[in-house]
């Protein structure tokens, strides 16, 4: 059985991900909630991996729970917490239960996260993680071993496109699909033609790009993520429309914000699909998806 | 080159020198007295400390370089009160109490925290330099080593917490990979960043690590 996010893809359909962030603890209810509550409105969802270097339930969990209630998964898989032979564990045990994507990432510094002092492995780069995909799906391990029984993956990465330096980004994005990345989810976007010269650049290559949406739930938030997050750029008059809303209304703002971006994404056909990114708030995708008339 | 060290908690050598009354306490004449936390001075206010604490020092030396091999004959030297003593606090790096460790037969305590081993970039400014990995890559990354310069250690570009410049870590340090990008730019070299670098070779001489030259 081939990935359904692939199909989709490879359909030229205007593709929607979004993700799931997996409790810290056994709770899984809200996780569960959540699943049920996007799992069709999407064609796939990620599941993350400790983000921010944060302690939580696994990605690997997160995706057999989307499994479970007939959804597909995108394994989210860092190089931050497991050495090549971990990383080749997960990628077999994914496979073998029929988890069909794979989103090969760095991983956030340890330093960031809840559990400072723990060692951060970084053993493979996200780039070489690509190549090891790849190598698996040939039936040789990354010691150039031979496998008993191979994966086939869907394999994408992340890029920023509102980096800066921009340079050494396109060519990191470059080295990812020369190592077999298939698609792109991108760093929040929220200024379209910074957006569309970007893609400019991207369409050279055989890859599939889905734009990424982080819902802006008031204008605090906005301003800080254009300050302190590294790659987002927040145009000041969307910061200054979401300091204009009601009081009480700012969320309702960021998701028409968030809708209409997705739906002028869609209209211009600037790239094949969006990434939903509603941390924390995962309930109102389907709010977004409705304003975006999707 | 230089090794980096700061000064343990006094406390901490407290505990670790517990029943241990009589001590002989050593400092380094070379990167301990430039960091200022075991040269002379430093020593002479250990000591004092030491002896606030009830702690009998018999003796005392700052060695020229404490790691280096003369100092079993300077120790020789201080022989009488190094015997009456029941431990040896060291101010020097771990390099410093790994080399008395191998001459004394008495239990070893260091009071400094050893950081990195370190080159001095512009007047009191430190950067590690070398991870000391076994297999340079030095020629392909613009001499900028991004086993030390990048947080992660990545070999193919940076993360996406890079930002500006900077690193995701820390704004105030730089971003190997931005270093790398501008210094290969200038040089015409910006191919060498588009090569791929396979994962790199961990256990080139596994630890522990040892050579014999002879
Ligand atoms: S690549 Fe870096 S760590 Fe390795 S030998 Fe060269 S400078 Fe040292
Ligand atoms: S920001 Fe740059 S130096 Fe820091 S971890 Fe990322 S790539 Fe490495």
């Known amino acids: 059985m081939v990935s359904k996010l692939k199909q989709a893809m490879e359909n030229g359909k205007f593709v929607i991900t979004s993700e ?58 860092t190089c931050r917490d497991r050495n090549r032979i971990a990383l080749q564990a997960e990628l077999l045990l994914a496979y073998s239960k029929g988890i069909k994507n794979v989103l090969c990432l760095t991983g956030d510094a340890v330093p960031v996260g809840d559990h400072s002092q723990a060692k951060g492995i970084f053993d493979l780069d996200s780039v070489q993680l ?21 994966v086939q993956f869907c394999a994408g990465a992340t890029v920023t496109p509102e980096a800066e330096p921009i340079e050494p980004q ?47 739930s008031s204008a605090k938030m906005a301003q800080f993520m254009n300050d302190h997050v590294p790659g987002i750029f927040v145009p000041q008059e969307l910061i200054d429309e979401m300091a204009a809303a009601p009081k ?11 809708g209409r971006t997705i739906a002028a994404l869609k209209k211009e056909s600037l790239c094949d699909g969006v990434h939903i990114m509603a941390i924390n708030r995962e309930e109102v995708v389907p709010e977004i998806l409705a304003v975006a008339g999707l | 080159m230089k090794s980096l060290t700061k000064q343990k908690p006094f406390d901490e050598v407290i505990q670790l020198s517990d029943q241990l009354n009589r001590v002989f306490l050593i400092g380094c004449g070379t990167c301990a007295t430039m960091t200022k936390t075991g040269g002379i ?15 009998l020092v018999t003796g005392w030396v700052v060695l020229p370089m404490a790691c280096d091999e003369m100092t079993a004959e300077l120790l020789n030297e201080n022989k009488k009160a190094v015997q009456d003593a029941q431990c040896i606090i060291v101010m020097a790096c771990a390099l410093g109490v790994q080399r008395i460790n191998l001459y004394l037969p ?86 060498l960043m588009r090569k791929y670098h396979p994962p790199k070779n961990y256990q080139v001489i596994p630890r522990p690590r040892e050579s014999r030259l002879l």
């Open chain 1, 20 to 77: 799931i962030g997996p409790p810290k603890g056994t709770d899984l209810e809200k996780m569960y909630h959540h699943i049920d509550l996007l799992k069709d409105k999407v064609d796939a969802l990620n599941v993350t991996d400790h983000q921010s270097s944060v302690m939580r339930f696994p990605s690997i969990g997160g995706c057999l729970a989307i499994q479970e209630l007939g959804g597909e998964p995108v394994l989210q898989l």
């Open chain 1, 130 to 150: 690509l190549h090891g995909v790849r190598q698996l799906e040939e039936g040789i391990d990354f010691g150039g071993n031979k496998l008993e029984g191979a």
């Open chain 1, 170 to 216: 396109l060519i990191k994005f470059e080295k990812k699909v020369a190592a077999g990345a298939e698609f792109f989810q991108t760093q929040a976007i929220y200024d379209l033609e910074r957006f569309a010269k970007f893609m400019e650049f991207a369409r050279q290559f055989p890859v599939k790009i889905l734009a990424g949406i982080v819902l802006l």
């Open chain 1, 248 to 258: 009480g209304k700012a969320l309702k703002k960021g998701i028409e914000i968030a």
């Open chain 2, 41 to 55: 001075n430093e020593v002479q206010a250990m000591k004092k400390s030491l002896q606030d604490e009830g702690k």
């Open chain 2, 106 to 191: 008495l239990p070893v305590i260091p009071a400094l925290d050893t950081l990195f081993i370190g080159m001095e970039k512009s007047p009191g400014h430190f950067f590690e330099a070398c991870a000391q990995c076994g297999q340079c890559i030095l020629g392909e990354t613009a001499g900028i080593c991004p086993l030390t310069a990048c947080h992660k250690g990545l070999l193919n570009g940076p993360c996406g917490g890079t930002d500006k410049g900077k690193c995701e870590v820390d704004p105030e340090k730089d971003c190997a990979f931005t270093l790398i990008y501008e210094r290969l730019k200038e040089q015409g070299r910006l191919d």
